[in-house]
């Protein structure tokens, strides 16, 4: 088992950056691939991006790619996405994953809100 804690989400005017961390407790967080989904009122989960065991893997959905980035640390056991250029089709609730998965979706936090104003 792994609890996810996610915090960072917030307004930000559209052009404007934040950065999400997730803080991870539980067994072995290294032994986890590591990922961020989001969900915008009325619509599905999506995937945004994921992050390998070591961090040498990243992987983003197309519509976030050149505008953020993942990182985890595993001395401190967090999970970070740098958001750079919002949209305000960024605007969802941002959750922290963790799991063995390509995608990893076995353990998710309860979210964050990120609303970007135009």
């Known amino acids: 088992q792994v609890q996810l804690v996610e915090s960072g989400g917030g307004l930000v005017q559209a052009g404007g950056s934040l950065r999400l961390s997730c803080a991870a407790s539980g067994r072995s967080f290294s032994g986890y691939r590591m990922g961020w989904f989001r969900q915008a009122p009325g619509k599905e989960r999506e995937f945004v991006a994921a992050?390998?065991?070591?961090?040498?893997?990243?992987y983003y959905a197309d519509s976030v790619k050149g505008r953020f980035t993942i990182s985890r640390d595993n001395a401190k056991n967090t999970v970070n996405l740098q958001m750079n250029s919002l949209k305000p089709e960024d605007t969802a609730v941002y959750y922290c994953t963790a799991g063995t998965a390509l995608i990893p979706n076995d353990y998710w936090g309860q979210g964050t809100q990120v609303t970007v104003s135009s």
């Open positions: 992050i390998s065991r070591n961090g040498g893997g990243t």
